[in-house]
């Protein structure tokens, strides 16, 4: 989590990873850029909550102590589901709405993002998808193919408490 936590903080910042450094190895982008500044910071001494946050914090230039509590102090259990979803053909591409539902006890400041492949062996491709609300929402997106598999939350950013009903397939 502290590897999502650590690029969702980086791309907030305007310093975002290129596509090649990210897609190609996002453990080694936040080793490369956040372990040397941690250690450096505190070497190899035992430290806890507070100096992660004021290393996050010192390398992005954003305050997310407050984004952070809602995580932790807060045991956040979310439920994010795909609810229906509705292709139609629109000239020489697709219209996709998909219909999610987010389901937790509070509002939450949710980043995430929303996967599909056109093709079975095709790449995902990804749209961030921020919400700070529980409850049905909806997104559409274009595409030159149609959609044949749609994931909610792929790269696992978000503390659920159920996988099952967060994808859709063709």
């Known amino acids: 989590m502290i590897i999502t936590v650590y690029l969702i ?3 907030c910042s305007g310093d975002s990873p290129t596509q090649y450094e990210y897609s190609n190895s996002p453990r080694a982008y936040f080793e490369t850029n956040y372990y040397d500044l941690f250690f450096g910071m505190n070497g190899y001494e035992t430290v806890g909550h507070s100096e992660l946050i004021a290393a996050l914090q010192a390398h992005t230039g954003i305050p997310v102590e407050q984004y952070l509590d809602q995580w932790i102090k807060n045991n ?3 439920d994010l589901s795909i609810k229906n979803v509705v292709i139609q053909q629109n000239g020489n591409g697709y219209e996709t709405s998909v219909e999610f539902n987010a389901e937790s006890d509070k509002d939450y400041e949710i980043f995430t993002a929303l996967g599909y492949r056109t093709s079975p ?13 529980t409850g049905s929402q ?6 030159d193919a149609r ?9 696992f950013r978000v503390p659920q408490v159920a996988l099952n009903n967060d994808s859709w397939s063709r």
């Open 147 to 155: 959609p044949l598999y749609i994931q909610l939350d792929p790269d």
């Open 138 to 143: 909806s997104l559409s997106f274009t595409s």
């Open 121 to 133: 062996e095709g790449e995902m491709t990804i749209i961030e998808v921020n919400t700070t609300k």
């Open 9 to 11: 903080l980086v791309n």
């Open 76 to 78: 956040a259990k979310i």
